[in-house]
C-alpha cells in the first residue's frame, strides 16, 4: 500500500509541476514505483514537462467515467524500467468533470500498484483543489520566496490543516536567488519556515536550466550534475524518511583570496 | 381563603425612595392582586407631588419580560410611583449562558492563517499567530502570545474599552469597537517587546507599551 502525495501551492506559477515531475523521477530513481497525476484537468502540462505529450491516448476522465481502465490510460515513462508513470488530465474537459469521490477512489486504486502516487495539483482552492487533496495522505505545499506566494501559502495550509486524512503539510521553497537573499531583497528561508511554521522539506536554487530541461521534457533530476537536481534528489530521500542537510546556497568561492577573505570573515 | 394574615409585599421606605419586597412563594396572580391593593390603599391623595422611585425585589422569583412589563404599568399607573429597578436572584440558563461567553477567557492555540477568522464572544487568548490575511474577532480583549501579523478586532459588540495585547505587534489593521487603524505604509523598525493597543481619549487607537495598560485599564486583572 503506497502514499498518496498531493503537490500544491495556491498561487499559480511557483513550480508545482516542475516538483511533481523532478520528485517523482527523483524517486524512481531510488528504486521506488512512482505514478504522477495531473488533476489540472483543462490545463495540464504535466505530460509536457515529462516529455510524454505525444504517446497519450487516454486520460483521467475516461478512467473515471467509465471508457477505459487506469492500467490503459497510465503512460509508461521509457527512462525507466517500469518504475515511473503518468496518468494524464483531460485536456478537452474542466475541473468539474470529476468528482472528490470519484478522485478517491481513483487514488485508493493507484495506492495498491505503487509506492507513490504524486498528485499535481491545479492552481486556486476551488474544485480542482477539491479534487486533488481528496485522495491524498500527505501534501507538499511550494512556495517561492515572494510575499503573495507565501500568503497564498499561509491560505493552503489553513485548507489543508482542516483535511483529517491528510498529514501536516511540508513545505518546499522554489527558485530562491542566492545573491537577493543576502542582500535582503528576497525573503529568507528562515523567514518564511518561521511564517508558515510548518517543516521545510527542501529548497532549490533558481537555476536557469530548469526551464531548459522542463521545455526539452526531461526532467532536471536526470541531470546530475545540476544544482536543481541535487536539491530534488534531496528532496526525494527526505520523502524516504533520511535525514539530509539542506544545501549551502550560495557556490563556494574558490581560490586562495577567497579562502584568505573567509579567513578574515570578510563579506 | 384569608389574605390578609398572609403578606406578600413588605413596602419599606428608604432615602433613596420605596423598596418593595415581593414574596416569591406565592403565586404570580396572588402577588399582583396583593400589590394593587395595597398600593390602592396607601395611594396620595393629590397627584403633583414629586415622583418617588421604587425598587423591586423580587427574591428567587424568575420573571419573564413581559410580567416585569405589567409590574411596571401597574405601578406607574399609581400617582407618583415609578419603577427604578427589578432585583431578581435568578436569571435563565440561556442569559447565564450568555453572560458566562461573554465574560470568560478563551484559550484558543492554533496559527490563524491567511483566509481564516477566529470569532469568540469573549475575551481570546490566542496561543500561536496571526498571519497576514487572518482575523481574530472577540467581544471583549484579544492577548495574543505569538506574532500579530493579520487583522485583529476587539469589543465587537461596542465595547470601547477593550484592548489588543500582542508579543509581537505588526498588524494590518487594528479594530476596537467601531475605530480602526491601519499599519502605516513605511516600514517601522523592529522593536521586539510587548505592545498592547487601546483606546485614548481622543477616539484615536493608540499602540503602546505593554505595561501601561495597568494603569489605563486596571478592570483588566480580575
Not at chain 2, 115 to 136: E, K, M, R, S, Y
Amino acid at each position: 500500500m503506497g502514499e498518496a502525495i498531493v503537490i500544491t501551492s495556491g498561487k499559480g506559477g511557483v513550480g508545482k509541476t516542475t516538483t511533481t515531475a523532478n520528485v517523482g523521477t527523483a524517486l524512481a530513481l531510488l528504486g521506488k514505483r512512482v505514478c504522477l497525476v495531473d488533476t489540472d484537468i483543462g490545463l495540464r502540462n504535466l505530460d509536457v514537462v515529462m516529455g510524454l505529450e505525444n504517446r497519450i491516448i487516454y486520460d483521467l476522465v475516461d478512467v473515471v467515467e467509465g471508457r477505459c481502465t487506469i492500467q490503459k490510460a497510465l503512460v509508461k515513462d521509457k527512462r525507466f524500467d517500469d518504475q515511473l508513470y503518468l496518468l494524464p488530465a483531460a485536456q478537452t474537459s474542466d475541473k468539474t468533470a470529476v468528482t472528490p469521490e470519484q478522485m478517491k477512489r481513483l487514488v485508493e486504486e493507484l495506492k495498491q500498484d505503487y509506492d507513490y502516487v504524486l498528485i499535481d495539483c491545479p492552481a486556486g482552492i476551488e474544485q480542482g483543489y477539491k479534487n486533488a487533496v481528496a485522495g491524498a495522505d500527505a501534501a507538499i505545499v511550494v512556495t517561492t520566496p515572494e510575499v503573495s506566494a507565501v500568503r497564498d501559502a499561509d491560505r493552503i495550509i489553513g485548507l489543508l490543516e482542516k483535511e483529517e486524512h491528510i498529514k501536516p503539510p511540508r513545505l518546499v521553497i522554489n527558485r530562491i536567488r542566492g545573491h537577493m537573499v543576502k542582500n535582503g531583497d528576497m525573503l529568507d528561508i528562515d523567514e518564511i519556515v518561521m511564517h508558515l511554521s510548518i517543516d521545510l522539506l527542501g529548497i532549490i536554487a533558481d537555476d536557469e536550466n530548469v526551464i531548459k530541461a522542463s521545455n526539452n521534457g526531461e526532467p532536471i533530476v536526470l541531470d546530475p550534475s545540476s544544482r536543481a537536481s541535487i536539491s530534488y534528489r534531496n528532496i526525494a530521500r527526505r520523502i524516504l524518511g533520511e535525514s539530509v542537510p539542506l544545501q549551502p546556497l550560495e557556490e563556494e568561492q574558490k581560490g586562495l583570496f577567497a579562502k584568505i577573505k573567509k579567513l578574515f570573515s570578510v563579506r | 381563603m384569608n389574605r390578609q394574615k398572609q403578606s406578600y409585599v413588605t413596602i419599606k421606605g428608604t432615602k433613596d425612595g420605596l423598596t418593595l419586597h415581593l414574596d416569591d412563594t406565592c403565586s404570580y396572580d396572588d402577588l399582583i392582586a396583593e400589590l394593587e391593593e395595597k398600593l390602592t390603599v396607601n395611594e396620595p391623595k393629590e397627584s403633583d407631588g414629586p415622583l418617588v422611585s421604587v425598587h423591586l425585589k423580587v427574591g428567587n422569583r424568575y420573571l419573564t419580560p413581559k410580567q416585569e412589563e405589567e409590574l411596571r404599568a401597574l405601578i406607574r399607573g399609581k400617582n407618583n410611583l415609578v419603577v427604578q429597578s427589578i432585583d431578581s436572584n435568578v436569571i435563565t440558563k440561556e442569559e447565564a449562558l450568555q453572560w458566562k461567553r461573554k465574560t470568560e477567557i478563551v484559550s484558543v492555540s492554533k496559527i490563524v492563517r491567511s483566509g481564516q477568522v477566529l470569532h469568540v464572544q469573549g475575551d481570546l487568548l490566542l496561543i500561536g499567530d496571526v498571519n497576514p490575511g487572518g482575523t481574530v474577532i472577540a467581544g471583549g480583549n484579544i492577548f495574543i502570545l505569538g506574532a500579530l501579523r493579520g487583522i485583529a478586532h476587539a469589543g465587537y459588540y461596542g465595547n470601547k474599552d477593550a484592548v489588543i495585547a500582542a508579543s509581537i505587534m505588526k498588524p494590518m489593521q487594528l479594530r476596537i469597537s467601531d475605530v480602526m487603524s491601519r499599519a502605516p505604509d513605511y516600514k517601522t523598525d523592529e522593536r521586539n517587546e510587548m505592545e498592547c493597543a487601546y483606546i485614548d481619549d481622543d477616539n484615536q487607537i493608540v499602540v503602546d507599551r505593554l505595561q501601561l495598560l495597568t494603569h489605563l485599564r486596571p478592570n483588566l486583572s480580575r
